[in-house]
């Protein structure tokens, strides 16, 4: 393995340089926040030695540059909200945050096209579109404070992928500082570019590895008129997950069909101490449908309850909107608050194999005697399992998670 050298005073003084004394922090109650992301537990943590925040393309590019010269590792980091310690400095250096390259650059309706900086939460971003009658069409659970850089880095998926596709469909370019320190464009402002290798695609998912990205080409969508949330109730989970190829092949074309165990149901009850329907005994299938005519929707509305209701549903509600998203929107958070630390599995199977998948999952976690909570975008066939410690000892838990790991 390549051997790096320390962050030396030279390096310090020379960071300060770039981007002022203020922006570079090196004591570890400053650095604490940038030694994690949201996977709790010891060892997945580790303090780097430094952590800079520039303002500007250039600034990082010169850190770039300066890491090189001294063969000192770095990690990009935007909000720290990834769960798979991708933002963690394992090999200590330096971390370069891109929490001050927060500015939406330029907003053009005609075009249809948002350019922003890397540090901007991906909430604000649907915000903005929305205030003028548009859509950003990611839309992953963490929107409220991940920020569009890590977006694109990890191509985030999230609830609107089913229509709509992951992160990777909804830009048209990227500038990024390269490893060598060299700020690059690649694609831009044009709906159409035919020539030529892809390569901006190549960094989307790329989780830092090939560049820092420092400024974002999003496309935007008119915005639909209506929008409306049906809740299909299942006796069990089998006939719940079975339905969703039904619904997707059915011409209705979602915009999200997630599902959420009965255990998550519950949890997320606890949590938010709001009355779900059918917490004792539901699966959820949450079906959310978009478009600009009203009568269309309710028509898309009767074929979907006719699917769940011929496949085994309870009952089929039309839901409140900000109630429901709220609930599903919660899960790691309420399982989290019941403990602390959890191993989180997200695993992706053709459609109609969600439900092998996860009962699969439900299984190993009867074997091992762990309460396991299973939600996720269904209709993509993206199943998030989490696994919860809650009072097992440390030496057990340590025992458990790689041996049930190895049964996938
Ligand atoms: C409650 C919750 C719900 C979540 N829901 C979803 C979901 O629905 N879908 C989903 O896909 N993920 C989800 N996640 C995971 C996480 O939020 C996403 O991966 C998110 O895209 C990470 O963004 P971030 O800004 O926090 O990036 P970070 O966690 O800071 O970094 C993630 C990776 O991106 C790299 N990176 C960050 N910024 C840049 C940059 N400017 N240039 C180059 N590399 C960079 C980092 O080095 C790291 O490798 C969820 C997480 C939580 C806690």
């Not at 074997?367 to 000892?393: Q, S, T």
Request: aromatic share 8%; net charge negative.
């Amino acid at each position: 393995m390549q051997k790096y050298n320390s962050v030396s005073g030279k390096v310090i003084y020379q960071l300060k340089e770039i981007v002022g004394d203020k922006y570079v922090y090196t004591d570890n109650e400053k650095m604490e926040p940038y030694s994690h992301d949201e996977v709790a537990g010891s060892e997945y943590m580790q303090y780097p030695e430094v952590v800079v925040l520039p303002e500007t393309a250039e600034q990082i590019a010169a850190i770039v540059r300066l890491a090189n010269e001294n063969i000192i590792p770095i990690v990009p980091r935007g909000a720290g909200t990834g769960l798979s310690c991708a933002a963690v400095p394992f090999l200590r250096g330096i971390v370069v945050s891109v929490e001050r390259l927060n500015k939406i650059i330029e907003l053009d309706t005609t075009n249809m096209f948002i350019v922003v900086e890397p540090g901007v939460t991906t909430d604000y971003i649907q915000k903005t579109a929305n205030a003028s009658g548009f859509l950003y069409a990611g839309d992953p659970s963490s929107g409220d404070s991940s920020f569009i850089g890590g977006n694109v880095a990890t191509n985030a998926g999230g609830n609107k992928a089913v229509k709509y596709g992951t992160t990777r469909r909804q830009i048209y370019g990227l500038e990024f500082v390269s490893p060598q320190g060299k700020i690059i464009t690649l694609g831009g402002k044009c709906v159409k570019d035919t020539t030529g290798y892809n390569l901006f695609q190549l960094l989307i998912g790329s989780e830092g590895t090939l560049g820092i990205i420092t400024k974002i080409y999003i496309k935007l969508i008119p915005l639909p008129e209506h929008s409306m949330n049906l809740l299909a109730i299942f006796p069990d989970l089998v006939s719940a997950i079975q339905t969703v190829p039904k619904i997707m092949s059915a011409g209705v074309a979602p915009v999200s069909v997630e599902f959420m165990d009965n255990l998550v149901v519950q949890n997320c009850e606890d949590f938010l101490r709001e009355k779900l329907p059918h917490s004792d005994d539901g699966y959820y299938i949450i079906v959310q449908i978009e478009g600009n005519n009203e009568e269309v929707l309710e028509d898309q509305c009767v074929t979907i309850d006719e699917i769940c209701m011929a496949s085994g549903a309870i009952t089929v509600l039309v839901a409140d909107s900000s109630k429901i998203w709220k609930a599903r929107k919660c899960v790691a958070e309420a399982d989290r608050a019941r403990s602390l630390i959890f191993a989180s599995e997200d695993l992706v199977v053709p459609m109609s194999a969600v439900s092998q998948a996860v009962q699969k999952v439900v299984e190993i976690g009867k074997k091992y005697g762990v309460r396991v909570h299973c939600a996720g975008h269904a209709g993509d066939g993206n199943v998030h399992a989490n696994i919860l410690k809650e009072d097992i000892p440390e030496d057990k838990w340590h025992e458990i998670v790689p041996q049930s790991a190895k049964i996938y």
